[in-house]
């Protein structure tokens, strides 16, 4: 139970048919207790740019921005496999600036393994980062950074034809080289008969039970992201309420002068505070 998670583990896991727990992390406190909680994968995802920069859509993150969080979520975690996505930015130029970003990710951040969206199209870079020795993991069906607007978010692989694109490319994955493959927002069907088809492990996010594994967006679980609730996710917990009713509370207080009292407050020893009233006070 204690060892690190590694490629290997997942691929045993899928073999076994024990289910694989992942879920994405910003930054160090939610890691260390993520990683407590024995879940399987930590990834620092994308959606770092919308859940918490506050950014529109997963594109304008930073190269800079997604190691800052992944060197972060780096320091908590001492089980799980880390795992970290390529932001937009980091891949679209040519493949060796490709790996030369996806190698800072392993340097500077930390990771297991490195995320990419999309399947032939993005082959060239695949390869090269397969090439070069750093473990690559897909992501196929839904890529939020080929959204351009907010309606475009919706599920894929609806018709045969998409469907079988998607298998396609996910085979393509898995002969490139990839150790696992992230199926976002496809019909379950069609993530089962990948989970079927594909011997490394699949994991899924609006994708069914059928998948090998489970990844979630953190905010989505526990309440965190603001009014918006994916079909996809169950919320656990409603923090958003929480943190909001604990900040009124301490608002309150401090307004009413309840806070802080002598418990939260720290004193001088009579003579040393008598000496310097004495000075101070005409
Ligand atoms: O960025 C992200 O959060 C993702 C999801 C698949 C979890 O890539």
């Not at 393994?113 to 690559?136: D, F, N, Q, T, Y």
């Not at 059928?210 to 917990?237: E, M, N, S, T, W």
Request: net charge negative.
């Amino acid at each position: 139970m204690n060892d690190p998670v590694t490629a290997e583990t997942l691929h045993r896991m899928k073999r076994e048919s024990r289910k694989i727990v992942a879920i994405t992390a910003y930054d160090y406190p939610t890691a260390l207790l993520q990683d407590r909680a024995g879940v399987d994968i930590i990834l620092v995802g994308d959606s770092l740019s919308m859940v918490v920069l506050g950014l529109e859509g997963t594109r304008p993150v930073s190269i800079e921005a997604m190691l800052h969080h992944t060197a972060a979520v780096r320091r908590g975690v001492t089980r799980a496999m880390l795992w970290g996505d390529l932001p937009y930015a980091a891949y679209q130029e040519n493949p060796d600036v490709a790996v030369a970003n996806a190698r800072r990710f392993f340097e500077e951040g930390g990771v297991n393994a490195i995320k990419l969206e999309g399947g032939r199209a993005m082959a060239s870079v695949v390869e090269a980062v397969v090439a070069a020795g750093m473990p690559l993991v897909g992501h196929v069906g839904l890529l939020p950074q080929s959204v351009e607007r907010a309606d475009q978010f919706r599920v894929q692989g609806r018709s045969a034809a998409a469907a079988e694109a998607i298998i396609e490319d996910a085979k393509f994955l898995e002969a490139a080289g990839a150790v696992a493959l992230v199926l976002e927002c496809i019909p379950q069907q069609l993530a089962g008969l990948i989970s079927s088809l594909v011997a490394i492990p699949t994991i899924g996010i609006g994708a069914g039970l059928a998948c090998d594994g489970q990844v979630q967006v953190i905010h989505d679980l526990v309440g965190l992201a603001g009014g918006f609730a994916p079909k996809h996710a169950k919320r656990y917990l409603d923090l958003a309420a929480q943190l909001q009713s604990a900040v009124e509370a301490y608002r309150d207080d401090v307004v009413a002068e309840r806070f802080p009292t002598t418990e939260q407050s720290f004193t001088m020893k009579g003579p040393e505070w008598d000496a310097v009233r004495r000075k101070y006070s005409s």
